[in-house]
């Protein structure tokens, strides 16, 4: 059972910068990120993966960067230079199995961007 806990969301102007981290406990897998912007509801998009290799989508590639300390148990989201279109519920998530999907997934942390 690998469980996760995500932080420092909030609210910030167009052009800056946040970083989210996620606590992880019970165990080492892939890792990632995922989205869900307000108003759609099935309409979650995973935007960065860290595993053996690191993977971004399209959107956010150039401008966040995803990284973890094992040593804390710590998987991070730096985002900059953040647009008002990233504004969005961003989910850690953990551990992909076979079909794709991942199995564990955080609480989720509230990111505001105003233009």
């Known amino acids: 059972q690998v469980r996760l806990a995500e932080s420092g969301g909030g609210s910030v102007q167009a052009g800056g910068s946040l970083k989210l981290s996620c606590v992880y406990s019970g165990g080492t897998c892939k890792m990632g990120w995922y989205r869900q912007a307000p108003g759609k509801a099935s309409d979650l998009v995973l935007i960065a993966s860290i595993g053996d290799t690191t993977v971004y989508a399209e959107s956010v590639k150039g401008r966040f960067t995803i990284s973890r300390d094992n040593a804390k148990n710590t998987l991070y989201l730096q985002m900059t230079s953040l647009k008002a279109e990233d504004t969005a519920v961003y989910y850690c998530?953990?551990?992909?199995?076979?079909?794709?999907?991942?199995?564990?997934w955080g609480q989720g942390t509230q990111v505001t961007v105003s233009s």
């Open positions: 998530v953990a551990c992909e199995n076979r079909r794709g999907a991942f199995d564990y």
